[in-house]
């Protein structure tokens, strides 16, 4: 897998919405599984939301479940977070990684991006 390179993070309001995106080089994107990840500060790395090569199978933390939404699009070579209702503690630097194997385990992706930051206020 090649590079990895987050964007669309920013500053919001809570109950507002933002939409990361990360875009990957080469040609092996479809061969990957797809996870988002998120780290606050003084706080360890935690599963997001996955989902799998072809995008039938999603799963997400409960944290977030039913108000984000991971899609990707296999032309494009890029997968994407659609994050809606936004609270405080979602506040984080979010990182999307490339793994072979569909799980919520960080331990088993591999390459990961520079992560973008994401503020929510209160």
């Known amino acids: 897998q090649g590079q990895l390179v987050e964007s669309g993070g920013g500053l919001v309001q809570a109950g507002g919405s933002l939409r990361l995106s990360c875009a990957a080089s080469?040609?092996?994107?479809?061969?990957?599984?797809m996870g988002w990840f998120r780290q606050a500060p003084g706080k360890e790395r935690e599963f997001v939301a996955v989902?799998?090569?072809?995008?039938?199978?999603?799963s997400y933390a409960d944290s977030v479940k039913g108000r984000f939404t991971i899609s990707r699009d296999n032309v494009k070579n890029t997968v994407y977070l659609q994050m809606n209702s936004l609270k405080p503690e979602d506040t984080a630097v979010y990182y999307c990684?490339?793994?072979?194997?569909?799980?919520?385990?960080?331990?088993?992706?591999?390459?990961w991006g520079q992560g973008t930051q994401v503020t929510v206020s209160s």
């Open positions: 989902i799998s090569q072809s995008g039938d199978r999603t």
């Open positions: 080469g040609r092996t994107f479809s061969t990957y599984n």
């Open positions: 990684a490339g793994s072979g194997i569909l799980t919520i385990d960080s331990r088993y992706y591999g390459k």
